[in-house]
């Protein structure tokens, strides 16, 4: 496929485990050309996360800039990262970044966000699995790139289909959690918003078996299998669960098999203070209310359904593709 044909997409990050199976499932799709990767805290620090991303772009030579982004929130006081969840390196404390030094390329991911959707307008989806922090950096300093964009596609929000909740709190997924404000100016914003959330997410588990043979296919899936070791043990103590959920890469699926996912249509906002801060709510399409605070906003599209089996067996297929 010609490089013209192929979708275009900024893989804003902040590796973490997931991300790095995501990252590597993005590699393997010939339909998909990374114009880069743009960086932000969350399951790490910024300082981590970008040495995480270098990291994963080198090793797997995967020909892509990687820009440094946001450090913390926009208005709220940053959160401690979870070391319990990818390890103090954010990649399982398997030891596989240990001595590793490289340099982002200049300028921050906000502006080179900018500066890519204005040369190609119309083409470039921005694939977000992270705090939406540049995402909001990239809007402040360019309000009008919100029409050049093809589609904004985000793993973040809870919406509450089949009574799935947060799992930052009671209320709130992490990404919206670590930047709430943020988050509900990319979902108030003009462009297209697809949120691929905990609704679906969390039913999507590449189960033990599934990391085991793909650790026998070569490199990606060893490397995969090395820094999901304690990511799959803290799923099983915590959550029942046999194996680790995709989390980042069903929202990655979205863009090569959107087929997978059933969308419900409608005005998104995000709870900003009280208990319930990072609560994403859908008024869903058709339905009437009095005034409130999803009037005059656009529609977006969140997931509430999804294939996971097809989901699982692509991220397998892809994995064993890399070798």
């Known amino acids: 496929m010609a490089d013209t044909e192929k979708n275009l997409v ?39 996360t970008t040495r995480n991303a270098l990291y994963l772009t080198q ?23 979870p070391a319990f969840i990818h390890g103090e390196d954010g990649l399982g404390d398997a030891h596989v970044v240990d001595g590793f030094i490289a340099e982002p390329a200049g300028g921050h991911a906000a502006d080179r966000m900018v500066e890519i959707v204005r040369a190609n307008p119309g083409k470039v989806t921005i694939l977000a699995v992270a705090p939406l922090t540049n995402l909001a950096l990239a809007l402040q300093r360019d309000p009008g790139i919100a029409t050049l964009v093809k589609d904004v596609v985000i793993m973040g929000g809870a919406f509450g289909w089949g009574g799935r909740r947060g799992n930052a709190t009671p209320a709130a997924e992490a990404n919206v959690h ?33 990391a085991a043979e793909l650790a026998e296919s070569g490199e990606a899936g060893r490397f995969l299998w090395d820094i999901s070791r ?5 799923y ?3 959550n029942q669960v046999d194996g680790c959920c995709l989390h980042d890469v069903a929202a990655a699926a979205y863009l090569v098999a959107p087929e ?9 906002r995000v709870v900003t203070e009280g208990i319930a801060i990072g609560q994403t709510i859908q008024k869903p ?5 009095g005034p409130n605070a999803w009037d005059g906003h656009p529609s977006k599209l969140v997931a509430a359904e999804a294939d996971c089996a097809g989901v699982v067996e692509s991220y397998k297929a892809a994995i064993r593709s890399l070798g």
């Not at 790095?20 to 050309?33: D, H, R, T, V």
């Not at 960086?39 to 981590?48: C, H, K, L, Q, S």
């Open 59 to 81: 090793r797997f030579r995967i020909d892509v800039p990687v820009y440094a982004g946001a450090s913390r929130p926009l208005t709220i006081a940053r959160r401690s990262a």
């Open 260 to 268: 997978l996912f059933t969308l419900r249509s409608g005005p998104v």
């Open 10 to 48: 900024i893989f804003d990050t902040d590796p973490g485990i997931d991300d790095a199976m995501a990252l590597l499932f993005l590699k393997a799709q010939p339909s998909i050309k990374l114009a880069a990767v743009t960086t932000v805290f969350g399951n790490a620090e910024i300082d981590v």
């Open 285 to 289: 399409d058709g339905h009437s209310f």
């Open 178 to 210: 670590n930047d709430p404000h943020a988050a509900d100016m990319v979902f108030t914003a003009a462009w297209p918003v697809t949120a691929i959330g905990l609704d679906v997410t969390s039913h999507c588990v590449a189960s033990h078996a599934d």
């Open 230 to 234: 304690g990511y799959e043990a803290l």
């Open 236 to 238: 099983q103590r915590r």
